[in-house]
């Protein structure tokens, strides 16, 4: 991994929630929403996972902020047998278990490699905004332990931030990550999100002052952070064309 996992249980136990404010910021939400409505019309579309409880693993899972949403929403479209969300950081796990101590869903530390998971089949399997913490070749190897979990006809969702331009080859970026991707999948649909560094930078440096109310408000709803990306996407483009949010929908 690119990041330390003893500072990743360092900075969730010193956290709240988590480092990126999932429980109050705005563009994360705003994210968020857009990923659960890809997640719940693709599911939607096959057939084969409507018609029986499903099995669903959820890889890097953190705090669970977008877990529980997710499963929230994929209650109105289909069944639920297990939901396993599972993380390398055990400090992540327990703060989900503090959280949300009502949840059905099944938290778990895991190893990197996912070996834990040995000989269990899933029907769904959702992993958000982890893949540039590895290099390519974990990446490689991520998605073939991927490819071995899923069950004959599942579905596999991922997320990432990604590039079309960085000559860093274990930088994440678009074509090679499709390349990658085919070796296991079928690709159904790429669908892509612009958020803004400038409303992200801005949005972090007022966590210090978010406790004041009109702050605070501005801040958790997700109406004005959309509406800056929004903005902010329309003159970007053109002179940053080449960083998204990437949604893979695999098969």
Same mark, same amino acid.
């Given at each position: 991994?690119?990041?330390?996992? @003893?500072?990743?249980?360092?900075?969730? #136990?010193?956290?709240?929630?988590? !480092?990126? %404010?999932? @429980?109050?910021?705005?563009?994360?939400?705003?994210?968020?929403?857009?990923?659960?409505?890809?997640?719940?019309?693709?599911? %939607?579309? !096959?057939?084969?996972?409507?018609?029986?409880?499903?099995?669903? =693993?959820?890889? *890097?899972?953190?705090?669970?902020? /977008?877990?529980?949403?997710?499963?929230?929403? =994929?209650?109105?479209?289909?069944?639920?047998?297990?939901?396993?969300?599972?993380?390398?950081?055990?400090?992540?796990?327990?703060?989900?278990?503090?959280?949300?101590?009502?949840?059905?869903?099944?938290? !778990?530390?895991?190893?990197?490699?996912?070996? @834990?998971?040995? *000989?269990?089949?899933?029907? /769904?399997?959702? %992993?958000? #905004?982890?893949?540039?913490? /590895?290099?390519?070749?974990? +990446?490689?190897? /991520?998605?073939? +332990?991927?490819?071995?979990?899923?069950?004959? @006809? %599942?579905?596999?969702?991922?997320?990432?931030?990604?590039?079309?331009?960085?000559?860093?080859?274990?930088?994440?970026?678009?074509?090679?990550?499709?390349?990658?991707?085919?070796?296991?999948?079928?690709?159904?649909?790429?669908?892509?999100?612009?958020?803004?560094?400038?409303?992200?930078?801005?949005?972090? $440096?007022?966590?210090?002052?978010?406790?004041?109310?009109?702050?605070?408000?501005?801040?958790?709803?997700?109406?004005?952070?959309?509406?800056?990306? #929004?903005?902010?996407? $329309? +003159?970007?483009?053109?002179?940053?064309?080449? $960083?998204?949010?990437?949604?893979?929908?695999? #098969?």
């Amino acid at each position: 991994m690119r990041r330390s996992l @003893d500072q990743i249980n360092s900075n969730y #136990q010193k956290s709240k929630v988590d !480092q990126w %404010g999932s @429980d109050w910021r705005g563009s994360l939400a705003f994210w968020h929403t857009f990923c659960i409505d890809i997640i719940t019309k693709e599911i %939607g579309k !096959q057939s084969n996972l409507l018609n029986k409880p499903l099995s669903i =693993l959820e890889i *890097g899972c953190g705090s669970g902020v /977008l877990t529980e949403k997710v499963v929230s929403a =994929l209650k109105r479209v289909c069944k639920i047998d297990h939901y396993l969300a599972v993380d390398v950081s055990l400090a992540a796990i327990n703060k989900a278990k503090e959280i949300f101590p009502n949840t059905t869903v099944d938290y !778990q530390a895991v190893s990197e490699d996912l070996h @834990d998971l040995n *000989g269990q089949k899933f029907d /769904l399997i959702l %992993g958000f #905004q982890f893949l540039f913490y /590895l290099s390519r070749e974990e +990446r490689q190897n /991520l998605f073939e +332990r991927i490819y071995n979990l899923k069950s004959e @006809d %599942g579905m596999v969702i991922l997320s990432s931030n990604i590039r079309f331009d960085s000559e860093d080859p274990d930088y994440i970026n678009a074509p090679s990550t499709d390349i990658d991707l085919k070796k296991y999948f079928t690709i159904l649909k790429e669908a892509d999100i612009f958020t803004a560094p400038y409303v992200e930078y801005w949005e972090g $440096k007022m966590l210090k002052i978010k406790k004041l109310p009109f702050i605070s408000y501005i801040l958790s709803k997700e109406y004005f952070p959309k509406k800056a990306h #929004q903005y902010y996407s $329309k +003159r970007a483009m053109p002179t940053i064309p080449n $960083k998204r949010t990437r949604v893979y929908i695999l #098969q």
